[in-house]
């Protein structure tokens, strides 16, 4: 304790002299930096240590708030527990954490990539995988990446290790999706959520679509914040989506750009949100506009695709009078995606023998555990499901044709 007390007393001396040179502030400021980064990190080993000992429920509490108590920011000793109870998996991030080589952020980012990438593998990575990738996000962090570019690199490692082992990549699971419009106190509404990387980059799009700044009445700039014109598209969505005649037999309005690298196709990735898998990249081609755009190594753009409205609103009409529901799990139809059962991307033809309703939780489960689906002799389609669901593979018709009555037969 005394070696720290004399390490705060002689920081709380640093000052900036009024003779002082630009070269000067500019060392005593990268100084600092390192030292608030060897403290941070200290900090996030002490919180962990807190927390292994139990001091915090003696008391009744938890860490977190025990560290709120101690004069900590809610964000921040959350951080420091996380960043605490992984470095012990860890096998280089500590030492460079230690020498105050990275900021806090950039470790949590490191350590939340970590996490993410070994959640990914279906059956998880050994000790050699896992430095490897820890190595990766390392090396970025060393080039100059901010914690949000680690974040996205760490993303599509994560989905290169789905696509090797047969995980689901996080941003693509579904299952995880949460979303509240929460009252407050004062007579307003919060929005929380937490959604997927097609949701995500569909709702990113569609605000960013409507959201420009508009001169005030009398020629001004906007006054609105960024924020506040963000609101603003919001409710234009809102009003478009309740004023439409004909909301569920539309063809699909979301545009999407897909950039795709030729020498590493499978690292295709969103413009909003970053990085996707394949199987993702397959099922938006099938229910949305898509403009594909080819690039080099050095992200130069080689060729462009051309937007297709695949499934047009007679179509559309068509395969809900044919399939009424989602044909997987029975969803309304007004849910549904158009699902091409030979995909677009492989050639798939965009007419009624080709088309299914699948709603979209469904319809990413079609891509992310490949079922099968073709159109049976009775001009309906069939699911057929993958061997790790039924070793035989055996086809199911589609729902309303698995649930129908005795009078929807004699009909």
């Known amino acids: 304790m005394g070696e720290i007390s004399s390490i705060i007393a002689c920081a709380r001396e640093v000052t900036v002299a009024d003779a002082a040179s630009g070269r000067q502030v500019f060392d005593a400021t990268k100084a600092l930096l390192e030292l608030r980064n060897v403290v941070d990190h200290r900090l996030a080993i002490h919180a962990a240590a807190l927390d292994r000992l139990g001091v915090a429920p003696q008391s009744g509490g938890t860490t977190c708030n025990l560290l709120i108590e101690m004069g900590a920011a809610p964000g921040v000793a959350s951080r420091w527990l996380r960043i605490g109870t992984a470095l012990a998996s860890l096998q280089r991030l500590p030492g460079y954490a230690g020498d105050g080589v990275f900021s806090g952020e950039h470790v949590d980012a490191m350590v939340a990539g970590m996490v993410h ?48 082992t047969g995980g689901l990549p996080a941003g693509e699971d579904r299952r995880i999706n949460e979303f509240a419009v929460v009252p407050t106190s004062d007579g307003r509404v919060a929005v ?48 478009a989506a309740t004023s439409a005649n004909t909301p569920f037999m539309t063809a699909p309005k979301t545009h999407i ?28 081609a099938c229910d949305a506009g898509i403009t594909e ?81 073709a159109l049976g002799i009775d001009r309906h389609p069939w699911l057929i499901p993958p061997s790790t669901v039924d070793p035989h593979r055996k086809p199911l018709p589609a729902y309303h044709r698995r649930t129908m009555h005795l009078d929807d037969i004699a009909a």
């Open 293 to 373: 755009i080819i690039i080099d190594g050095n992200r130069a753009p080689l060729d462009m695709g051309f937007e297709q409205r695949l499934f047009t609103s007679h179509q559309r009409k068509a395969i809900i009078a044919r399939d009424q529901c989602c044909i997987k799990c029975g969803a309304p139809a007004s849910w549904a995606h158009i699902h091409h059962m030979v995909f677009w991307s492989d050639g798939g033809p965009t007419d009624l023998d080709n088309g299914c309703l699948l709603c979209p939780s469904c319809h990413a489960q079609v891509h992310a555990h490949r079922w099968d689906i």
């Open 117 to 164: 990438i070994m959640r990914r593998a279906a059956d998880g990575l050994c000790d050699e995988e896992r430095l490897e990738h820890e190595q990766a996000l390392i090396a970025h962090a060393l080039s100059g990446a901010t914690p949000k570019e680690i974040e996205k690199v760490a993303r599509g490692l994560g989905n290169q290790v789905a696509a090797e």
């Open 192 to 239: 929380k959520g937490d959604l997927d990387v097609v949701i995500g980059e569909k709702l990113t799009a569609a605000i960013d679509s409507l959201t420009q700044a508009r001169p005030e009445p009398d020629g001004s700039p906007d006054a609105r914040s960024p924020g506040a014109q963000r609101a603003d598209a919001l409710e234009q969505i809102l009003d």
């Open 257 to 284: 750009n897909l950039t795709i690298p030729v020498d590493t196709p499978d690292l295709a990735s969103l413009p909003w949100l970053g990085p996707v898998s394949q199987a993702t990249a397959k099922m938006l």
